[in-house]
């Protein structure tokens, strides 16, 4: 079946670390890869995107490239701030979406 | 801004009682998804429905129906409703019927069942 793994948080970072969420999925066919964010009270946005291997989505300084040789989307910064505070979730469309559980991310200055 | 509008932003309500969730996509959006999150089992995929018609169903419950009206717009109806149902409901809409078109969240309704 279609499924994302994503690394499991909470993740709390001082301001100006590196970043990684680690993101693996199982699909069947050929899937497009999503990274999204959730702020506090709102719904969920759209980071960056991947529509095929060897892709690098990249958006606000975040990067992920889509692996079909590991099935992964691993989301890296190489410097975060705290604005980036959020819940990131990782997602596949191959029919319908499929989305990771989340992963909180806390950037204490 | 996503486009996506959601209404009402709060729902408060007892057991048992029925209530509906309204959902107006981002214009030329012909795609509305509804999801269900909540804090012990995540983002879950409830519905969706392209230009009117149902195109896939997800963890929906019975108790729940959903529909796309010709102006595109979408309510979800909840009833009987348990403790349970306490969650946070979202709508997305994309402009695609399948494929590689990211979706557009609203803000989401925040269901309180007392």
């Known amino acids: 079946g279609n499924s994302v793994t994503q690394m499991e948080g909470p993740v709390t970072l001082s301001e100006e670390a590196f970043l990684t969420i680690n993101c693996t999925y199982t699909?069947?066919?050929?899937?497009?890869l999503f990274w999204y964010v959730q702020y506090p009270g709102e719904g969920l946005q759209l980071l960056l995107k991947?529509?095929?291997?060897?892709d690098k989505g990249s958006n606000k300084g975040f990067e992920a490239t889509y692996r079909k040789e590991t099935t992964s989307f691993h989301l890296e910064k190489g410097s975060v701030q705290v604005s980036d505070s959020a819940v990131y979730f990782c997602?596949?469309?191959?029919?319908?979406?499929?989305f990771g559980t989340g992963t909180s991310l806390t950037v204490i200055p | 801004d996503s486009g996506v509008t959601q209404t009402p932003k709060h729902l408060i309500t007892a057991t048992g009682q029925r209530v509906t969730l309204r959902c107006s996509p981002r214009?030329?959006?012909?795609?509305v998804y509804w999801y269900q999150q909540s804090l012990d089992q995540g983002l879950q995929f409830l519905i969706h429905?392209?230009?009117?018609?149902?195109?896939a169903k997800g963890n929906i419950l019975e108790r729940f129906s959903a529909q796309q009206f010709p102006d595109l717009h979408s309510e979800l109806n909840l009833s009987s409703l348990e403790l349970g149902d306490s969650a946070l409901y979202f709508c997305?809409?994309?402009?695609?019927?399948?494929?590689?078109?990211?979706?557009?969240f609203g803000n989401g309704t925040r269901l309180t069942v007392t």
């Open positions: 429905y392209y230009n009117g018609e149902e195109r």
């Open positions: 699909a069947t066919g050929y899937p497009s």
């Open positions: 991947a529509t095929k291997a060897d």
């Open positions: 997305a809409s994309s402009v695609s019927r399948t494929g590689g078109s990211p979706l557009h």
């Open positions: 214009s030329g959006d012909l795609s």
């Open positions: 997602a596949l469309m191959v029919d319908q979406f499929y």
